[in-house]
């Protein structure tokens, strides 16, 4: 029996349109197990997705999963595949890029370790068509990871422990297909240098921890005014989290979750649990999600808020044994 840990992910940052991405501190679960009955393949999914993740061969994790079997000639006997999910669907916070990290992680641990992390990132990306999600999924921190070349460059950063990320979550779907169909096929080249700029000084604030550079650093032209008829209030959400204290705010994404950063002054954690989901911060990140929250009811939309950190690790293996693979709260 193999079981994964796999973070959630948030892309673009704003500026940096599928080259910059955050690991925040949500979890989903795979554990893996070899049947011994040739041919078998049983999938169970609870929590988050649970009504509509396929159970058959299309499950995008055991697509992952087939993959690795595939590359290195191993295949198991018989499979039993459980996905234990916290992560929201179609939210924007990398759940298919969890889905497919963890099923290449997982049979590779099943099968004997054939492919290492960097194999396993081009894999990752190959399948997910972008990095900007599986690769924080996979390595944790903020990653910014581009193609030159058709090769993958990227380097890891470790986000600063005092970031707070304050996540708006609303109660609807969106479809990472339908929200690129809202992109228009060409951008004009002032907003293309706007977001370089802006992409620019974000990783320079987070290198220097000079915060001061976030609130200007977040802005994009690229994507969200694009997106926006797709999330009611988006503008008055981001300014909502603004007005209210945020370091700054952007679609987290495609959507529809809107994301906003700030800092915890007391740095304060939950002490009972040594891998916060939740994090007990100053009444600055709760202040801001209830004005963000507030600003999506006023264009109709129900939200919910979660209180997260940046997350450091990246997939790993865990003891099935540890309470968190084996429940869903």
């Known amino acids: 029996m193999v079981c994964i840990k796999v973070p959630a992910s948030t892309a673009n940052l704003g500026p940096g349109f599928d080259t910059l991405g ?3 501190s949500l979890f ?4 893996m197990i070899e049947t011994g009955s040739a041919d078998e393949l049983l999938i169970e999914v609870e929590g988050e997705g649970a009504s509509s993740i396929a159970r058959d061969q299309s499950n995008v994790t055991w697509l992952a999963a087939r993959e690795v079997f595939q590359i290195a000639g191993r295949y198991p006997t018989g499979l039993l595949l459980r996905q234990k999910n916290k992560i929201p669907s179609a939210r924007g916070l ?9 099923g290449l992680l997982a049979a590779n641990y099943l099968i004997g370790e054939p492919l290492n992390r960097e194999q396993l990132l081009q894999l990752a990306v190959r399948l997910e068509g972008h990095p900007d999600n599986v690769a924080p999924a996979l390595l944790g921190g903020l990653v ?32 990472t297909y339908e929200a690129v169909q809202a992109l228009p096929p060409k951008i004009p080249l002032g907003d293309a240098v706007f977001n370089i700029g802006q992409a620019c000084l974000f ?10 550079l976030i609130g200007q650093a977040m ?8 997106r926006q008829r797709l999330v009611p209030g988006l503008s008055a959400v981001i300014e909502a989290a603004r007005a209210a204290g945020a370091l700054g705010a952007a679609l987290s994404g495609a959507g529809p979750t809107v994301l906003a950063l700030a800092l915890d002054d007391q740095d304060q ?9 939740e994090v007990n911060t100053v009444n600055r990140s709760q202040q801001i999600g209830k004005k963000m929250q507030a600003a999506f009811r006023q264009h109709g939309v129900d939200s ?3 209180i997260l950190k940046p997350w450091s690790q990246g997939a790993e293996r865990i003891a099935c044994s540890n309470i968190k693979c084996c429940s869903i709260k």
């Open 22 to 24: 955050m690991a925040l």
């Open 28 to 31: 989903n679960y795979i554990e």
């Open 94 to 102: 990398g759940s298919s890029a969890a889905a497919r990290v963890g």
């Open 144 to 175: 910014v990871a581009c193609r030159s070349d058709q090769e993958l460059v990227y380097r890891q950063l470790t986000v600063p422990e005092r970031l707070t990320v304050i996540l708006a979550i609303p109660g609807f779907e969106l479809s």
């Open 203 to 212: 990783i320079t604030a987070i290198l220097t921890q000079d915060w001061s």
């Open 219 to 226: 802005g994009d032209r690229i994507h969200q005014s694009y």
């Open 269 to 277: 954690i939950n002490a009972n649990n040594a891998e916060p989901e």
């Open 304 to 306: 919910i808020i979660r």
